[in-house]
């Protein structure tokens, strides 16, 4: 059972980490950690496979418990360990969670035949939030994320490339900002759809079962766009701060 005020430690045996917290085995993942835990703790299991022990903390306890996420001790990691693990949440969601949940809505458009037309606008409308997250997460995979990391190595290195400044001379994070979107309100539009209008379906189990990870997936987006909005863009602002003074001494 999950208790959020227990913090999750390099001592405690990993097979334990996702007893507490069944949500944490999709951070373990996105790690690239794989299941065969045996008895290993946190600590040996992050050694064994080369993830850095403190970043694996923060992240399980910043998604354990929603009032933890200390962005200042994130400010420490490299940037680009953030975008490779936000980059595996993306094919996640791309690959598996969303399309998962629009088959539900496809087999239970199909089981009910005396609710055809409702059952097609629900799966309409989850069709165009998959056409709009798609849309988000192809943004952050092609302009924000590389933007980001070329940031990161021209701060590294102290070198303004001229490359750099034609490419994202007139780009800022608070420019992308302006169109972000929280993408987890039209999946809260979906739920309420489900629960107040649609008519009681045939098979109870598949409805709910279909609510369950729609409200699953609504908590690990706003986990996600918490790191990304309280972690990473603050960090990005930081950084194009010190690129602009880099620029000025050139």
Not at 18 to 44: M, S
Not at 127 to 134: A, G, L
Not at 232 to 248: A, D, S, T
Request: aromatic share 10%; proline share 4%.
């Amino acid at each position: 059972m999950k208790n959020s005020d227990m913090h999750i430690t390099g001592e405690m045996k990993m097979v334990d980490v996702v007893h507490e917290d069944i949500q944490l085995l999709a951070v373990i993942q996105r790690l690239n950690i794989p299941l065969g835990f045996k008895e290993k703790t946190v600590k040996e299991i992050c050694e064994q496979h080369e993830v850095d022990l403190l970043f694996f903390l923060q992240l399980c306890n910043s998604y354990h418990d929603k009032e933890y996420l200390p962005a200042d001790q994130f400010q420490e990691f490299p940037v680009d360990w953030i975008i490779n693990y936000l980059r595996n949440a993306h094919r996640c969601y791309i690959h598996f969670r969303i399309p998962a949940i629009e088959q539900q809505i496809v087999m239970l458009e199909k089981e009910n035949q005396g609710n055809v037309k409702n059952m097609e606008l629900l799966l309409n409308f989850f069709r165009e939030y998959i056409r709009e997250f798609s849309g988000h997460i192809d943004r952050e995979e092609t302009d924000v994320f590389p933007y980001i990391l070329r940031l990161a190595n021209s701060l590294q290195q102290q070198d303004v490339s001229k490359e750099f400044v034609d490419h994202f001379d007139d780009y800022s994070i608070d420019k992308y900002l302006e169109d972000h979107n929280l993408i987890e309100e039209k999946l809260f539009d979906l739920k309420n759809i489900l629960l107040k209008y649609l008519p009681p379906p045939v098979d109870d189990c598949k409805y709910n079962n279909l609510l369950f990870d729609l409200f699953r997936l609504e908590s690990d987006l706003m986990d996600h766009s918490d790191l990304e909005e309280k972690v990473l863009f603050p960090r990005v602002r930081n950084m194009e701060i010190k690129m602009k003074h880099l620029q000025n001494r050139h």
